[in-house]
């Protein structure tokens, strides 16, 4: 029997559907050997759930020998199974199954993986980790593209990780019923990064940059300057184009390295420049 599934008997029984269930779901299942189909759901929803042991306990009960716990529930005829949570009865199956309608039952009460990636992200941003939170949040928007609270928390990462103009068009596309709290949050979020992208240090070293464009020292300032506002693109653009002017330009070449390790795993811009780089080392 897979760990995920447990025997309930008389002895076990308050413990599984008066205190487990306030923890987790706990789904029930009734079986007795006489009747196939109950053992046939049962063993299928073992299999089912062996992975959802986070979120949903599976209990089994045999009621030729568990009669009182099948007569506790109210059962009259088998197969069936019944949903537990905080102690009552919520949801049940009866009759016998497919396996798409099994499944049907369960996602419609187990977290989605959109749902579990959602979360795992969320945890991510909170502990700084931006970068990682960006590989697992767009994963989750790939699986459900229209969902506003993944849109939003994506559009916070894109603002963290320099990427306002892909943040402005997810913002953009969120309805205005979903324009909560959390939205007007972001938005100012946005609005505040777009400001620094400008900072008057960026703006007198490019004005100085204007006048001597072929200082390099003046180009490593404004690159660094760049990638502390998160304008990545613009930072690698003009360390690329010095790497390319001289090849031997190796403090360059170092901080145009430093910027794409910088970058969140999976960005499409760290392929596109380590392609670049690779063509022009070789």
């Known amino acids: 029997m897979s760990t995920n599934s447990i ?17 987790k ?35 089994t009960v045999d009621c030729q020998a568990q009669a009182q716990i099948a007569q506790q529930f109210g059962i009259q005829g088998l197969p069936t199974a ?14 016998p199954q497919t396996e798409e309608s ?7 009460h187990l977290p989605k993986q959109e749902d579990l990636l959602l979360a795992q992200a969320r945890q991510q941003v909170s502990e700084g980790d931006v970068n990682q939170a960006f590989a697992v949040i767009s994963q989750a928007h790939q699986l459900a593209p ?5 849109k939003l928390l994506l559009a916070d990462v894109f603002i963290s990780t320099g990427k306002t103009a892909e ?9 205005m019923v979903d324009q909560d709290s959390e939205y007007k949050a972001v938005m100012a979020k946005l609005e505040l990064a777009t400001q620094a992208a400008d900072s008057p240090e960026i703006q007198a070293l490019e004005a100085q940059l204007q006048s001597s464009p072929d200082d390099i020292d003046l180009q490593r ?16 653009s003009l360390l690329f184009s010095m790497v390319q002017k001289d090849a031997g330009d190796q403090k360059s070449k170092e901080l145009l390295l430093d910027v794409l390790k910088a970058l969140p795993d999976g960005d499409p811009l760290a392929s596109k420049f380590r392609r670049k780089l690779y063509t022009l080392m070789y």
């Open 102 to 108: 099994i499944t049907q039952f369960l996602d419609k």
């Open 167 to 175: 943040a402005e068009q997810l913002l953009d596309s969120i309805k």
């Open 82 to 95: 019944v949903l537990v949570k905080d102690g009552q009865p919520i949801d049940g199956l009866s009759g």
């Open 221 to 236: 300032k404004l690159a660094a300057q760049y990638s502390q506002v998160n304008r990545n693109e613009e930072a690698l």
């Open 146 to 150: 229209e969902r506003a609270d993944i």
């Open 7 to 23: 025997a309930m008997t008389l002895d076990n029984f308050q413990q599984i559907v008066l205190e487990q269930s306030k923890e």
């Open 25 to 59: 779901l706990v789904l029930v299942s009734f079986w007795a050997e006489q009747v196939p189909e109950s053992v046939e759901l049962k063993d299928k929803l073992t299999t089912k759930v062996a992975d959802a042991d986070e979120y949903l306990l599976h209990a």
